[in-house]
């Protein structure tokens, strides 16, 4: 589900560009969805403490990184970011030390390759000045985890200026929605306020902000506690026949479930250890999950702005979160 126009020129370039940039290896494979669902398997062991599980993401990370810890793939995308607390969750299940090395990596890459320095913001794409909700719910939690296991302040202080920044730029205020993008150059809010999947990237990276920021003594806690609590209230008055929320809130033609954002909204309350109840969860997913255990109805990957996702299907991200979810509820 990297890309979701699967007959256009865009898919067909983007193919041929990473076979012969990547060879065997393919653009969706060093990305988020693959992350969310090792972070899926990791909690799943965490809780049955079935080694087979970790074997397998342990598995899966010698393709990733080298014996001592060195990246085997071109960090080009922020989306990687990801890669980096999934390392940070190995050394704290395993304490060995080439996952540590691994995360302190990208967060130098990350600060070196993606700062825009003078207004210290995490950019989407290095040769882009636009700020992406996205880029919240990717690099957030991995600068929050990596300021408490790196010992790293600087990293917490990172990603609260990503929130406040976005808050205070990119924001509306009467219903707060995050905007898609903030145009940097041209000071623009860009993209709609009603895209389902922003508001869960936006919330993810909130509730990171939340858990970490209380576990810091942060003094932005209470303000990112009231602005979570805010946002949830909200998209209660958004759901549809009260189970799940669309690709789009209110007004839109497909009032069917996107599962991407609606389990992105339930794993950021349990990140903000906000309660999740069972059957209410349960409930939704009804029509959504086959016998095998395979969700489905996930939205692919939005383009671009305003060039959103015009199917659903299966994704590594939204099995991820299912799994996540159900080992903590």
């Known amino acids: 589900m990297s890309f979701n126009d699967e007959d256009s020129l865009y898919v067909m370039l983007s193919g041929l560009k990473n076979k012969i940039i990547n060879r065997r290896n393919t653009y969706q494979y060093y990305n988020f969805p693959r992350a969310w669902l090792m972070i899926g398997l990791l909690d799943e062991y965490e809780k049955s403490g079935e080694v087979n599980i970790l074997g397998n993401v342990e598995g899966q990370c010698e393709k990733l990184i080298d014996k001592e810890g060195r990246l085997l793939f071109k960090f080009n995308k922020i989306d990687q970011s990801l890669f980096g607390l999934v390392f940070l969750r190995l050394f ?11 995360a302190n990596e990208i967060y130098q890459l990350v600060c070196s390759d ?7 913001l995490v950019l989407y794409r290095k040769e882009s000045k636009v700020c992406f909700v996205d880029t919240l719910g990717m690099v957030c939690p991995f600068l929050y985890e990596y300021s408490v296991v790196a010992k790293c302040p600087e990293a917490s202080n990172l990603a609260d200026k990503q929130l406040n920044f976005y808050i205070e730029n990119a924001f509306e205020k009467e219903t707060h929605l995050p905007f ?3 145009d940097l150059e041209n000071g623009l809010k860009i993209g709609p306020l009603n895209w389902s999947r ?4 936006f919330l993810i990276g909130l509730s990171y902000a939340v858990k970490y920021s209380n576990q810091a003594e942060n003094n932005q806690y209470k303000t990112f506690e009231q602005l979570y609590d805010t946002i949830n209230s909200k998209l209660e008055t958004l759901k549809v026949k009260g189970l799940f929320w669309p690709q789009f809130f209110a007004h839109t033609n497909d009032n069917s479930i996107d599962t991407s954002a609606t389990l992105m909204f339930y794993y950021s309350r349990l990140i903000a250890s906000r309660k999740v109840d069972f059957k209410e969860f349960n ?3 009804q029509g959504s999950i086959n016998k095998k255990g395979y969700i ?6 939005t383009i671009y702005i305003n060039k959103y996702s015009r199917q659903k299907g299966y994704s590594e991200i939204t099995q991820g979160l299912l799994v996540s979810i159900l080992s903590n509820i």
């Open 180 to 182: 898609h993008a903030y």
């Open 92 to 102: 704290k299940i395993t304490s060995q030390t080439k996952y540590l090395n691994g």
């Open 296 to 301: 489905f109805n996930s939205t692919g990957d």
């Open 283 to 285: 409930a939704l997913l």
């Open 198 to 201: 922003g508001l869960a990237w």
């Open 114 to 120: 993606f700062l825009l320095e003078t207004e210290q």
